[in-house]
């Protein structure tokens, strides 16, 4: 089997695309300067920064810079995973995947492996598989081209042509603006004098464009697909791709040429369109080299990427794709809820609310899109560029909880697609409903693992996302819309939901729980997933997503299923010891490493019953006494500070988000770098936004500003309530 490889094209058949972008806000209404608090955090550059590219994007396409406002310099922003060394500055889009072809097609079902359960045997599409009892057999090859591939392609690195490094330049000043979403930098070029170059993404097409005084050439460079776990290009297979520069077209100015570029990657194919008024010409076999007109240092290009053979859109000048980009920032900008920690003396607030902004910017980069993104967005890839589903609620939940709900719908909407073969795996493991998977590429297909295919925390994620989506539409007083979406999105509850109650095991005492073979948000016991039980996240998360599926029921004029109210009314409490929540309910108990996911418990998870304060208190005293912070992941410290904001510490709660451990730092350009091989983190940068939400706007009938010192000057505007 070998899936087709640009699976997803958001593209009707104009050519243009059909994104969603909030409803425009006039900036008049605000109360709040939002442009002032935007530009006071806008990223401003002046030497190279390794680790802190600057990132481009429109949600469905991203583009990352280094100083020269191009990509001149990939080698001085490495991705490194391993002895492989990638780059940070990838041009990447939702729709371009590509695949190795196989010795022979593969079938998921190689990956199969029977599990013991209380109902009797489930299949798990695993990657171990047993070759004789006793003796499993890792990484077997079907699983091994199963997880590599298809793998997201990087679809060309556009730099400038020149022997310089980037220290030889002098004077450099490199801005990027969020307010217009336009990167400008200046610089002196020894032996030239000053240049500047501004770049730009065109927000509803994969197109930069780019103006530059340099004098310098630009290349195009196309690389091959990699199967490498972090790296996106392979530059040592030139034999097995092609590039095509086809003869251009001129536009009626006779300024605005045209050239088609096309590329084929075994069964992918990619059509570049390139417009300039420089000289075009192909000088590699996989490189396009644009250079100025002779006598002239300057030089405007747009190049455009679109899955295919041909460009279907009329040509984009480069100063059509700044101008377009600078009224959608804006417009987005100006939209949804805000937040304005000016005139607070703690001066942790500048800090946060630097955070803040950046993270909104970078999550509509990277996380509005037709398909669940990848943990490090479209900046490099991670687990070859494919999305965990167990982290699309950390991507996406913020833009409802601040007013831009519209912006989760596509996404949301790409689990319709799945139903099939999210039904078929349900039926494996003897359930009804749908279980949702957990590491995919667009196409919905499940990745053999030894962890992923054994979580359970992403099969409620649609029913809270649908619920936060129909709640901010409400709240914005669209409640026509809330209505069709409630039941456009019903049959994703509803099989969600029936998953739910099925995998739930009686306790024998009339309760219900969560068994083997089963692997928590805290992945540290996968070793021990065939004896685990009753994680008391997931515990307290299976009650909460049951009970919003039966209000829809309600809401819809429905009878309640009788077996979901069983579940949700019989699910058992966590396991608690000493007056604290334990992480799972047998032996180890609690590992104090990786997430400390019991708080989720009540925090993420509104209070249903299952966790008494005094004990959620108790459980977050003992593990900010003495848990290992530094193997925590970027969505731990928002957890905590939600949980810190329901107990009413809202000291903690700052104190918590803004804990000085590696993994929560927010660089120059506002990504949340766990290690080198997580170079950037999504979910950590969704995770600060949405606990900011609940910390600010409270919850159904709690308190304003839980989780704000009561010190603080906060204005707010038009944040939505979490669940309570």
């Not at 983190?681 to 500003?705: Q, S």
Request: proline share 9%; hydrophobic share 35%.
């Amino acid at each position: 089997m070998n899936p087709g490889p640009l699976q997803v094209d958001p593209r009707d058949g104009s050519g243009q695309e059909s994104r969603p972008g909030p409803p425009r806000t006039p900036q008049a209404e605000s109360r709040i300067d939002r442009r002032a608090v935007v530009e006071r955090h806008s990223p401003q550059v002046d030497r190279v920064l390794p680790e802190w590219p600057l990132q481009l994007g429109n949600g469905e396409f991203g583009f990352a810079v280094d100083v020269s406002g191009l990509q001149t310099w990939p080698q001085r922003h490495p991705h490194r995973h391993d002895d492989a060394i990638g780059t940070l500055l990838g041009t990447m889009a939702q729709w371009a995947w590509h695949s190795i072809p196989p010795p022979r097609p593969y079938e998921l079902s190689e990956t199969w492996r029977d599990h013991p359960t209380p109902r009797g045997p489930r299949t798990y599409v695993d990657l171990d598989r047993q070759s004789e009892p006793g003796e499993p057999v890792r990484g077997t090859e079907a699983a091994e081209w199963l997880r590599n591939n298809p793998h997201r392609l990087h679809l060309g690195q556009i730099g400038f042509v020149t022997d310089l490094d980037p220290e030889s330049l002098t004077g450099l000043e490199q801005r990027l603006d969020l307010w217009t979403g336009v990167v400008t930098s200046r610089y002196d070029i020894p032996g030239a004098g000053p240049a500047e170059v501004r770049t730009a993404v065109h927000p509803h097409r994969d197109a930069v464009g780019v103006s530059s005084t340099t004098g310098w050439p630009i290349a195009l460079r196309f690389p091959y697909g990699s199967q490498a776990w972090a790296i996106a290009t392979d530059w040592d297979q030139p034999q097995r791709h092609t590039t095509v520069l086809l003869p251009h077209t001129t536009g009626a100015d006779e300024q605005r040429r045209t050239h088609r570029i096309l590329r084929t990657l075994d069964d992918s194919q990619v059509c570049v369109s390139l417009t300039t008024d420089g000289i075009v010409e192909q000088t590699a076999a996989h490189t396009v080299t644009v250079s100025p007109a002779p006598g002239s240092d300057t030089l405007a290009l747009t190049v455009e990427f679109v899955p295919g053979h041909d460009q279907r859109a009329e040509p984009l000048r480069a100063e059509e794709v700044t101008r377009a980009s600078s009224v959608a920032w804006k417009d987005f900008w100006g939209s949804g809820g805000w937040l304005d920690f000016d005139g607070t003396q703690d001066p942790r607030a500048v800090e946060l609310e630097r955070r803040i902004v950046l993270s909104q910017y970078l999550t509509r980069v990277n996380c509005v899109a037709s398909i669940p993104p990848a943990e490090t967005g479209l900046l490099t890839n991670s687990w070859r560029g494919k999305g965990h589903l167990e982290m699309h609620w950390w991507h996406v939940a913020h833009f409802a909880l601040w007013g831009r709900p519209e912006l989760i719908e596509p996404s949301l909407d790409w689990y319709a697609s799945i139903l099939d073969q999210a039904r078929e795996t349900a039926r494996r493991h003897h359930c009804r409903g749908v279980r949702w998977p957990k590491q995919v590429d667009s196409s919905g297909r499940e990745s053999p693992s030894d962890i992923g295919t054994f979580l359970l925390w992403q099969q409620p994620h649609p029913i809270n996302l649908a619920e936060l989506v129909v709640r901010a539409h409400r709240a914005r007083g669209d409640r026509e819309r809330a209505a069709k979406l409630q039941e456009r999105w019903s049959p994703l509850v509803f099989a969600s939901a029936a998953f739910m109650a099925d995998i739930a095991e009686p306790q024998g005492d009339g309760s219900y729980g969560l068994g083997p073979p089963l692997v928590p948000a805290q992945e540290s016991y996968g070793a021990i997933r065939d004896r685990l039980t009753n994680p008391a996240f997931e515990l307290a998360y299976w009650r909460w997503g049951l009970q919003i599926a039966l209000r829809w029921q309600e809401e819809l004029g429905l009878e309640p299923d009788p077996d979901w109210r069983a579940v949700a009314d019989g699910i058992r409490a966590p396991h608690v010891v000493d007056g604290r929540l334990t992480a799972i309910d047998v032996e180890p108990w609690t590992l104090r490493t990786d997430h400390p996911s019991m708080l989720a418990a009540y925090g993420f998870v509104p209070p249903v019953g299952l966790v008494e304060p005094s004990v959620a208190r108790a459980t977050l005293d003992d593990v900010m006494a003495d848990w290992d912070w530094e193997s925590t992941w970027g969505w731990d410290c928002p957890v905590l500070a939600m949980t810190a904001a329901r107990l009413a510490d809202p000291q903690l709660a700052v104190d918590g988000l803004l804990m000085p451990v590696t993994k929560n730092t927010h660089g120059p350009n506002g990504h949340n770098r766990q290690t080198d091989r997580l170079p950037a983190y999504l979910p950590g940068n969704g995770g600060l936004l949405a606990a900011v939400a609940l910390m600010v706007a409270g919850w159904d009938g709690g308190p304003r500003t839980p989780g704000i010192p009561q010190d603080w000057t906060v204005r707010q505007e038009g944040l939505v309530p979490s669940p309570g």
